[in-house]
């Protein structure tokens, strides 16, 4: 018999996503759940987009405009650009598998820093392609070595830079970037993912909107899943040179974006008060949140991000994977993350003030009791 596929597709990861609340409620038999997994935005989703979405939801029966043109020009004026300068996405995560097969053929590399966001070794695998890795070095990017291979190795085609980065929330500033844009060859494409680049309070932070009007082989991905909270609507999207916009624009569905996704994000953009209240939230409760982990004994990435990624310390009575089903028991859903190879930690989103309170509570109860045999 023929194989079934391809072997480069037989053993792809599998994204893992945060786990649903209705499947949390079935197995563990609780309700009032509070999920801190997905690094989704625990005030909710923009009042004005939702609102939007309702005035919208007898057009059902008519499909997107394919175009993207209202948001398009909207996304255009937000960050000075041109609207050909816009590809807009079914999440920032289409646009990611989008580029690996744009631009990724079977002889070319993808760079990647690990732990980082796993759709990019996903998007290199599904398409036959080596991934070159360069391991995070103290929890942060190691940019020279990641521009030093970059520089040597010829098959360097594509690098993925998120920042801050998924899972760490660690991010860098404008001169290590700069440093690192000016070693790396002008023909590889740098990816700048920027998903929670809204809860930045770095004052060195660099917008890559800035890098992409100077290096045409740049594009610089933001989301509407964080701030905007609008998760469930699934619109991400791309700046870059319109050559590269173009290329994308001729792979992606025709209607790839939902009408309620690109009225939803056209009046999140506009919703100052939901902006500003989402990222003050952020930055008085991670904090908070970082500094009462720690005070129980864990190890906490310096986040800039809506989350953080916690390590129990060696020894400790407890593995991750029990503190996590631990936690699930007490109706609080955070992200194991053995998968990027950190099997001594979780990935806990900020929830609100009421969640974070439970979350420690429930760390004071389970830490409490060591459990059998330890
Ligand atoms: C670094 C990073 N990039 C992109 C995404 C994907 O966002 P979207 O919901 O737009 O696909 C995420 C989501 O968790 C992320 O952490």
Redesign the pocket.
């Known amino acids: 018999m023929r194989p079934l596929v391809e072997p480069h597709l037989q053993n792809l990861p599998v994204y893992v996503a945060g786990k649903p609340i209705e499947e949390t409620e079935r197995e563990y038999g609780v309700s009032n759940i509070a999920k801190l997994a ?2 989704e935005n625990c005030l909710g989703a923009s009042p004005l987009a939702t609102e939007a979405v309702r005035q919208a939801l007898d057009k059902g029966h008519l499909y997107p405009d394919a175009g993207g043109y209202a948001l398009k020009a909207r996304l255009a004026r937000l960050h000075d650009v041109g609207a050909a300068n816009i590809v807009l996405g079914n ?3 289409e646009i ?1 598998t989008l580029l690996c097969r744009a631009l990724l053929g079977r002889d070319d590399v993808l760079l990647n820093a690990w732990p980082s ?1 796993v ?1 990019y070794r996903i998007g290199a695998r599904s398409h036959g392609v080596l991934e070159r890795v360069v391991p995070l070095k103290a929890g942060a990017y190691d940019l020279d070595s990641l521009a030093q291979v970059a520089a040597a190795e010829r098959a360097v085609k594509l690098v993925f830079l ?1 920042n801050p980065n ?1 899972p760490t929330g660690t991010c860098f500033g404008k001169d290590e970037l700069d440093a690192f844009l000016h070693k790396v060859p002008a023909d590889v494409v740098v990816v700048l ?1 920027e ?2 680049a809204d809860y930045v309070r770095r004052p060195d932070y660099q917008d890559g909107v800035a890098v992409v009007s100077r290096r045409p082989r740049t594009m610089l ?1 933001r ?1 509407f ?1 964080k701030v905007y909270g609008l ?1 469930a609507y ?1 619109v ?1 999207y791309g700046v870059g040179d319109p050559e590269l916009v173009r290329l994308l624009e001729s792979l992606r569905d025709p209607f790839n974006v939902s009408s309620l996704g690109q009225v939803a994000a056209l009046a999140a953009i506009d919703d100052v008060e939901h902006l500003a209240r989402s990222r003050a939230h952020n930055a008085t409760e991670l904090p908070r949140l970082t500094r009462a982990l720690e005070a129980r004994g864990m190890s906490v990435a310096p986040s800039q991000a809506n989350f953080v990624l916690a390590t129990l310390p060696e020894r400790h009575h407890l593995t991750a994977a029990a503190l996590n089903i631990e936690l699930l028991k007490r109706a609080l859903i955070v992200r194991p993350v053995a998968n990027y190879d950190l099997p001594a930690s979780l990935r806990i989103t900020v929830g609100t003030v009421g969640e974070n309170d439970r979350l420690l509570a429930a760390l004071d109860a389970i830490f409490a009791v060591p459990s059998a045999g330890s």
Do not use: K, M, P, W
């Open positions: 997905s690094n999440g920032t995560n990611i966001f759709v998120a998924n993912d998903a929670y991905l989301t899943s998760a699934r991400g």
